[in-house]
């Protein structure tokens, strides 16, 4: 469903707004870590977080990554999938036809349209606000 970057992070995403409940920054190597990824991978998906403006980034010794209290109340789980992925999830053929449509559809195309707009309204509906809280209160784990 999602790429592998896009799994990684928004993993990452919810562990820094985990940390930022808490009143802390994370660090690279926290973050890799506590998602499962190797460091380097990681550094370039966190670059791309704080391209889109989703994650803040401090150098330093007191730096890391971390998410401002308003926007942890803001960032939906579809703006860390768009940052990532781009708008293919919501408009690419599943069996990635170029020419799929209403009116020239594939073979699985009406199926998918009612799954698609389940999932975009899924995604849409989930703050990372909810989705760390679910983590900090352990009803929900960010790896194996």
């Not at 401090?58 to 789980?77: C, M, N, P, V, Y």
Request: overall charge neutral.
């Amino acid at each position: 469903m999602f790429s592998k970057t896009c799994e990684y992070a928004i993993r990452a995403t919810i562990y820094i707004a985990l940390r930022a409940l808490e009143g802390e920054r994370a660090s690279l190597a926290d973050i890799a870590q506590e998602i499962g990824s190797p460091k380097a991978f990681t550094a370039k998906i966190l670059q791309q977080l704080v391209h889109h403006g989703l994650v803040d980034s401090q150098k330093g010794r007191t730096g890391g990554f971390s998410i401002e209290e308003a926007d942890l109340h803001t960032i939906k789980l579809s703006d860390i999938v768009r940052a990532v992925d781009g708008d293919n999830l919501y408009t690419v053929c599943s069996l990635g036809m170029k020419a799929c449509s209403e009116t020239r559809p594939c073979p699985v195309h009406h199926q998918y349209k009612f799954i698609r707009e389940k999932m975009i309204k899924m995604m849409d509906e989930n703050l990372i606000i909810n989705l760390a809280q679910g983590l900090k209160e352990g009803r929900v784990f960010l790896i194996e």
